[in-house]
């Protein structure tokens, strides 16, 4: 089946990479169906919803037998681009930034950092988890052209100046874990992740929303 991209909704589309991770996992075990409930218990996502995200493209499931998980996942690599490396650079190694070069995002998904920019020339010139640092003046030879994804992990004052420059420099996604709210041209989608605040909320929905 064909699928249209454009109407696949924006909140489907944010699941998808969680389904296709847990998908994924169930493939190496080597299970080939899954039902709507299994999925929910796994991903925490109600069956219902998950049955209107997979009705999106084509997936309609089979009472008593579940989806078919190789389809599935054919189609979640399609979707999300997984056929495909995408490279990605990462701005600030310091301790956070250091800790997402050491990650190894490709184990999960298809997507590798390919370079770190920093300008402390105590960091510039080394090679930290298989990513090479290079100085952050020199970045747009490095990446124009070539990269469009970016992850921001600098000082919050210093946030708004970079993405400037990353957007100068091709850079059309920033996934910002800086607390700065970065104001970018429309066609640039910034996804912001503040880790104190998810902390806090989460603290909060603990003490005033009890399971
Ligand atoms: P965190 O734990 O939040 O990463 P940290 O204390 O290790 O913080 P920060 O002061 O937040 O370090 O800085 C993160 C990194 O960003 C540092 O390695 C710093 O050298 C780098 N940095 C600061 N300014 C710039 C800039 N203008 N361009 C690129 N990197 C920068």
Known sequence: MEIDQAKIPQATAKRLPLYYRFLEGLQASGKHRVSSSELSEAVKVDSATIR????YFGALGKKGYGYNVNYLLSFFRKTLDQDELTKVILVGVGNLGTAFL?????KSNNTRIEMAFDINESIVGEV???????????????????VEVAILTVPAAHAQGIAEELVE???KG????????LSLPDDVRVHHIDLSV???SLIYFLKHYPL
């Open 128 to 146: 930290i988890g298989d990513v090479p640092v290079h100085h952050f003046k020199n970045v747009k030879e490095h990446i124009e052209g070539k």
């Open 198 to 200: 998810e902390l806090q």
């Open 102 to 106: 050491k990650y190894n995002f490709s």
């Open 52 to 55: 209107r995200d997979f009705s």
């Open 169 to 171: 420099s091709g850079i």
């Open 174 to 181: 920033i996934l910002n874990f800086t607390p700065a709210r």
